[in-house]
């Protein structure tokens, strides 16, 4: 709970409707509500027709302000183009201490990369095709996948044109990744805190996600990933040696 002295991150959320499914909309500001407050809360497309229907029954709900772009000529996106502009005249606003970017459309790249230029946070939210560009520009990125999975919903036999089907990870699939973070860090001898192992693989891979693995914490994924030892009393890692 966040105490009066406490600063709470002012956060802008724009959301490319075309390339990010409705079905995260519930599992998304949840998991921004982690990270701060969604002051802002925009949404861009061409809601003229039905393939954004999804999207415009769940505007109220989040309180999701639309911004309407005519698709006036075919192969041209002037919702990305709004969004960009949005962006950068917010973030010269100065009110922001990060942006969340929704989309899975790698276009946003050089847009991250702006905003962190600036000292700004970019957290980047998309489905696993997204190209590593746009999820290596970002300080962290999240799949979409997760959300929605973590939202009791099945991405697997959704309608949504957009959405992608769930591809878990074996936790053992985590155990080099892991390793590597740990050769990253000083031990205490031996052991590693958690909460540093979680730091370093973030810094060195901004779409690192237990939930990645089948693992809502990545403590449970340290456990089911074998090789390592976790002291659940103070939180530390141990390599478990060969």
């Given at each position: 709970?966040?105490?009066?002295?406490?600063?709470?991150?002012?956060?802008?959320?724009?959301?490319?409707?075309?390339?990010?499914?409705?079905?995260?909309?519930?599992?998304?500001?949840?998991?921004?509500?982690?990270?701060?407050?969604?002051?802002?809360?925009?949404?861009?497309?061409?809601?003229?027709?039905?393939?954004?229907?999804?999207?415009?029954?769940?505007?109220?709900?989040?309180?999701?302000?639309?911004?309407?772009?005519?698709?006036?000529?075919?192969?041209?996106?002037?919702?990305?183009?709004?969004?960009?502009?949005?962006?950068?005249?917010?973030?010269?606003?100065?009110?922001?201490?990060?942006?969340?970017?929704?989309?899975?459309d790698s276009d946003f790249t050089r847009l991250a990369a702006r905003?962190?230029?600036?000292?700004?946070?970019?957290?980047?939210?998309?489905?696993?095709?997204?190209?590593?560009?746009?999820?290596?520009?970002?300080?962290?990125?999240?799949?979409?996948?997760?959300?929605?999975i973590a939202d009791g919903e099945n991405a697997e036999v959704?309608?949504?044109?957009?959405?992608?089907?769930?591809?878990?990870?074996?936790?053992?699939?985590?155990?080099?990744?892991?390793?590597?973070?740990?050769?990253?860090?000083?031990?205490?001898?031996?052991?590693?805190?958690?909460?540093?192992?979680?730091?370093?693989?973030?810094?060195?891979?901004?779409?690192?996600?237990?939930?990645?693995?089948?693992?809502?914490?990545?403590?449970?994924?340290?456990?089911?990933?074998?090789?390592?030892?976790?002291?659940?009393?103070?939180?530390?890692?141990?390599?478990?040696?060969?």
């Amino acid at each position: 709970m966040t105490t009066a002295t406490e600063h709470l991150a002012k956060l802008a959320v724009l959301i490319d409707a075309e390339n990010a499914s409705s079905k995260i909309a519930s599992g998304l500001f949840k998991e921004i509500a982690t990270i701060g407050e969604a002051s802002v809360r925009r949404i861009y497309g061409d809601f003229s027709g039905t393939r954004l229907k999804g999207w415009s029954d769940v505007l109220a709900d989040h309180a999701i302000m639309p911004h309407q772009n005519f698709a006036n000529i075919a192969g041209k996106n002037a919702s990305d183009i709004a969004l960009v502009i949005d962006a950068m005249d917010l973030l010269h606003s100065g009110r922001f201490d990060g942006f969340c970017l929704v989309s899975s459309d790698s276009d946003f790249t050089r847009l991250a990369a702006r905003i962190r230029e600036q000292g700004v946070a970019v957290y980047g939210f998309g489905e696993q095709k997204t190209p590593q560009s746009f999820r290596h520009a970002c300080k962290r990125f999240i799949y979409t996948e997760n959300l929605t999975i973590a939202d009791g919903e099945n991405a697997e036999v959704t309608t949504d044109p957009v959405a992608a089907p769930v591809v878990k990870l074996s936790p053992k699939k985590a155990v080099p990744i892991i390793t590597a973070a740990l050769n990253q860090l000083d031990d205490l001898d031996g052991w590693y805190p958690l909460g540093a192992v979680g730091k370093q693989l973030l810094a060195e891979m901004p779409d690192f996600d237990p939930r990645s693995y089948g693992c809502p914490k990545l403590s449970q994924l340290v456990e089911k990933a074998g090789g390592f030892e976790l002291r659940r009393d103070s939180l530390l890692v141990y390599i478990r040696p060969k």
